[in-house]
């Protein structure tokens, strides 16, 4: 095993692996743009000797790594990171908003020089002889100019169009140069060979490092493609400049290295900009953990960090806060709201010796607990360990791009290096001398007009529409497998509680002792609970209250944690609770029983009633479906989709709620981890599964899922795993989401296809050796117009507004 240097710093959280026998690092990663990094990184880590399963994810920024730490050190797995051209930062902080917007503010820049470059460099070659001369130029302009301005915009008007006015003025300078005079064919040929030099290795020297570090591991990527037909447009132009051919398009074959570098770079801002905005929004929604926690200690009490918390320690949790930590409740009483925890959605009492779990949210009491579990054994350390373990297991998808990607580029090279030997040799042989001028030309050309620099924006502008449409319609659509994998989903996995119900419990049946007494019931039960916090109780009240029925106050009040109250109302002694709370306060058994147990077994939380000591009703409460689930669940079945109910509320629930809901496959009861295991179950033989949830217990079937939904008003574990994440207060957003998905990706297959389909037929015309490099350039204005044109239709404001929000750190104001 090769060691680390001793001042390597640790940028890596080490965590258990699945395998065994192996360990496994988690790393952070800056630098991450599309997928074509996350391939790129999990080729060059899975070659290293001792590493066998790497999982890169781009919207998470991370990589997992699986290896064994008898063959390489976890120092050498990020040295690889390093040297491939990403950085790295504490896998256990979320990188600042202000850093992201950092990165997208240096990037448009770096974007700004290469436009101007680009600028210049067509205004050296431009000659006007008709339509398709005018086109490169016209496009340019057209596309990268308003982009640039929308770069600006955050300046303020004034300052993005005097800055937009400085990128132009390269171009009209070198435009008026060469109508006097000033600048002849020669100088140029010099001067686009500068700018081709400047933007390869000055403006964009990330590109071409990952390119080296990519090729010298065998990887034929997106990055060595460009920098293939880059470094191909440079030797084309170098050849120009020694004069040794007469009659040679030098500037043409540097202009044409400048514009693939400018394309890349735009596509390259493009997929960051789409990337971090998802991101952004996500962050938005996630508040759990608290970051600190109320330690009561011998000298009074104070706010500690999480991190700092000790078992022993003895954390106040105050009402309605979330409980920091695990432990047991030393003193006071509560209800406590597990739903995002277990899925059971009626709060439980937890009173002095009861046991509470870290995110669930506290009731109406104040609690003292004594923290029995913190760091890696506590319940959320476990359940984000299932869902990392999830991540590592989940199926990749191998994006449409990089499946096209991997039998192009060695086919461009192939061509490019047959085209150059056929005509060298082929007119050596016939001929007696070879043809060096067009065997040259052909290589030359068919590098350049082989990188499809449109394939870059291909994915992004698609997404940007779909994602622009998504939110104006309750759904934050944030990754790849949102966009390309939703479309292909089979079996739909369904939590219950807040997913298909409304998560909250609220009154569903009113059964009297007397018939027509229902309101006289319902009301004298709010009289006696009015005075509680409890989550039942103000059901009850709420109930009455919509009702038009007058809620009183109690004259006396008492309650019995976990069982009920005692309360007397006008004069009469009323007690609402369990039923065993009745009788074993003499409420005839058989009464009490008859009306309790079938609304019990239909799934409900029945809270019975008595009055001066008789029998008066029942009041059941439950947590409904959602108004539209039903509709919901039936459209999933006409689109194809088998919906299954996974819950960790108890089995008679389940199964009523799935009746009502019109599902047929039940799973209750179940733990965090083991619905992840039902997940992958599902996928086994190859199907795609998407998984719908939003507490704490669906958060590692939701990264397991091929696709995982998680319902925005849920825990910031569930939305963190999640791929798409519905704002909307109901479930047929699902199909929306879907609907949109399939949308976006069949705009992406379109896109993909113009990208290549110009360079496609560009290359066997190269291949003659016949075409000019100014070709490859119309090529290359033809597939990104028609891409733009295609993508963002009737709708280029979504993609001006994303690119306008950059930089800004509070809501834009009236500006100059």
């Keep these: 095993m090769t060691t680390a240097a001793p001042d390597t710093e640790q940028l890596w959280a080490e965590e258990p692996s699945h395998l065994e026998g192996h360990a496994r690092i988690r790393a952070r990663i800056a630098g991450l743009h599309c997928s074509l990094c996350t391939g790129t990184i999990e080729k060059a880590l899975g070659r290293q000797p001792g590493v066998d399963k790497v999982a890169v994810s781009l919207t998470h920024e991370q990589a997992l790594v699986d290896y064994d730490p008898r063959v390489i050190a976890p120092a050498d797995i990020v040295t690889t990171l390093r040297d491939i051209g990403y950085d790295l930062y504490d896998p256990r902080k979320l990188r600042p908003f202000e850093e992201e917007e950092a990165d997208l503010v240096r990037e448009g820049q770096r974007l700004l020089v290469a436009v101007a470059a680009s600028l210049a460099a067509i205004a050296l070659i431009a000659n006007v002889t008709g339509v398709w001369s005018v086109l490169v130029p016209a496009s340019v302009v057209a596309l990268m100019v308003p982009v640039s301005y929308a770069i600006l915009r955050p300046?303020?008007?004034?300052?993005?169009?005097?800055?937009?006015?400085?990128?132009?003025?390269?171009?009209?300078?070198?435009?008026?140069?060469?109508?006097?005079?000033?600048?002849?064919?020669?100088?140029?040929?010099?001067?686009?060979?500068?700018?081709?030099?400047?933007?390869?290795?000055?403006?964009a020297p990330h590109i071409l490092r990952m390119a080296y570090q990519s090729a010298r591991r065998g990887i034929l990527n997106q990055h060595v493609l460009l920098e293939v037909g880059a470094f191909a447009g440079i030797a084309g132009g170098l050849i120009g400049l020694t004069e040794i051919l007469d009659d040679y398009p030098t500037a043409p074959f540097f202009a044409v290295s400048v514009l693939v570098a400018n394309y890349h770079i735009f596509s390259e801002w493009l997929s960051l900009l789409v990337k971090t905005r998802s991101s952004q929004a996500v962050k938005k929604l996630l508040d759990l953990q608290p970051d600190t926690a109320r330690v009561v200690g011998d000298d009074g009490e104070g706010d500690v960090a999480i991190a700092e918390v000790q078992v022993g320690d003895r954390v106040r949790v105050r009402p309605g806060e979330r409980?920091?930590?695990?432990?047991?409740?030393?003193?006071?009483?509560?209800?406590?709201?597990?739903?995002?925890?277990?899925?059971?959605?009626?709060?439980?009492?937890?009173?002095?010796?009861?046991?509470?779990?870290?995110?669930?949210?506290?009731?109406?009491?104040?609690?003292?607990?004594?923290?029995?579990?913190?760091?890696?054994?506590?319940?959320?350390?476990?359940?984000?360990?299932?869902?990392?373990?999830?991540?590592?297991?989940?199926?990749?998808?191998?994006?449409?791009?990089?499946?096209?990607?991997?039998?192009?580029?060695?086919?461009?090279?192939?061509?490019?290096?047959?085209?150059?030997?056929?005509?060298?040799?082929?007119?050596?042989?016939?001929?007696?001398?070879?043809?060096?001028?067009?065997a040259v030309f052909a290589g030359i050309s068919v590098l350049v007009m082989g990188y499809p620099c449109a394939v870059g924006i291909a994915a992004p502008l698609a997404i940007v529409r779909a994602a622009g449409e998504a939110a104006d319609l309750g759904v934050i659509m944030r990754t790849g497998e949102a966009f390309q994998t939703f479309g292909q989903i089979r079996q739909v996995v369904l939590d219950k509680t807040g997913t298909l119900t409304e998560g909250r419990p609220a009154v569903r049946d009113i059964v009297p002792a007397v018939e027509g007494a229902g309101d006289d019931l319902l009301a004298v039960a709010a009289a006696a609970e009015s005075p509680s916090q409890h989550p039942l109780a103000r059901a009850i009240t709420d109930a009455a209250r919509a009702r038009g029925l007058a809620v009183g106050d109690p004259d006396h009040f008492e309650s019995v944690t976990g069982f009920g109250i005692d309360a007397t109302v006008g004069?009469?002694?009323?007690?609402?609770?369990?039923?065993?709370?009745?009788?074993?306060?003499?409420?005839?058994?058989?009464?009490?029983?008859?009306?309790?147990?079938?609304?019990?077994?239909?799934?409900?939380?029945?809270?019975?009633?008595?009055?001066?000591?008789?029998?008066?009703?029942?009041?059941?409460?439950?947590?409904?479906?959602?108004?539209?689930?039903?509709?919901?669940?039936?459209?999933?079945?006409?689109?194809?989709?088998?919906?299954?109910?996974?819950?960790?509320?108890?089995?008679?629930?389940?199964?009523?709620?799935?009746?009502?809901?019109?599902?047929?496959?039940?799973?209750?009861?179940?733990?965090?981890?083991?619905?992840?295991?039902?997940?992958?179950?599902?996928?086994?033989?190859?199907?795609?599964?998407?998984?719908v949830g939003d507490g704490i217990n669906d958060a590692p079937a939701l990264m397991q899922a091929d696709v995982g939904i998680a319902m925005g008003g849920g825990t910031d574990i569930a939305v963190e795993s999640a791929d798409v994440i519905i704002l909307r207060d109901d479930v047929s957003a699902v199909l929306t989401a879907r609907d949109i998905s399939r949308s976006s990706y069949r705009r992406t297959r379109q896109n993909v296809a113009l990208a290549f389909l110009f360079n496609g037929v560009g290359i066997p015309l190269a291949a003659t050796g016949l075409i000019q490099p100014v070709w490859a350039m119309i090529a290359m204005a033809l597939s990104v117009t028609t891409i733009f044109v295609n993508s963002l239709g009737g709708r280029p404001s979504l993609l001006f507004q994303a690119i306008g929000s950059v930089g800004r750190t509070t809501p834009a104001t009236s500006e100059p």
């Design 155 to 203: 300046a303020g008007r004034t300052r993005a169009a005097a800055g937009a006015i400085a990128l132009v003025t390269p171009g009209v300078a070198a435009i008026a140069g060469r109508a006097t005079g000033l600048i002849g064919e020669a100088a140029a040929g010099w001067i686009t060979g500068a700018l081709a030099s400047g933007v390869v290795f000055g403006v």
């Design 323 to 438: 409980i920091p930590v695990d432990g047991k409740v030393e003193r006071g009483h509560s209800a406590v709201d597990l739903a995002l925890v277990t899925g059971e959605p009626v709060p439980v009492e937890r009173s002095v010796g009861d046991e509470v779990i870290g995110g669930s949210i506290n009731g109406d009491g104040t609690l003292v607990v004594l923290v029995t579990k913190v760091g890696a054994d506590s319940f959320l350390a476990q359940v984000v360990r299932h869902v990392e373990d999830a991540r590592a297991l989940k199926p990749g998808i191998l994006h449409l791009v990089d499946r096209v990607l991997r039998v192009y580029t060695p086919t461009v090279l192939l061509i490019a290096a047959g085209a150059l030997i056929a005509w060298f040799a082929g007119t050596a042989l016939v001929d007696g001398d070879p043809d060096v001028r067009r």
């Design 571 to 691: 004069g009469r002694r009323v007690l609402v609770g369990r039923a065993q709370f009745l009788t074993d306060r003499g409420v005839p058994a058989g009464d009490v029983s008859a009306a309790v147990e079938p609304l019990e077994r239909a799934g409900r939380t029945v809270a019975a009633v008595a009055v001066d000591g008789a029998f008066a009703g029942a009041i059941a409460l439950g947590d409904d479906l959602r108004a539209d689930a039903v509709d919901a669940v039936a459209r999933m079945r006409t689109a194809g989709m088998h919906p299954v109910l996974v819950t960790g509320d108890n089995a008679e629930t389940a199964r009523a709620v799935a009746q009502q809901a019109g599902i047929d496959e039940v799973h209750a009861g179940v733990l965090p981890d083991a619905k992840a295991d039902i997940v992958r179950r599902l996928q086994a033989d190859g199907t795609r599964v998407a998984m």
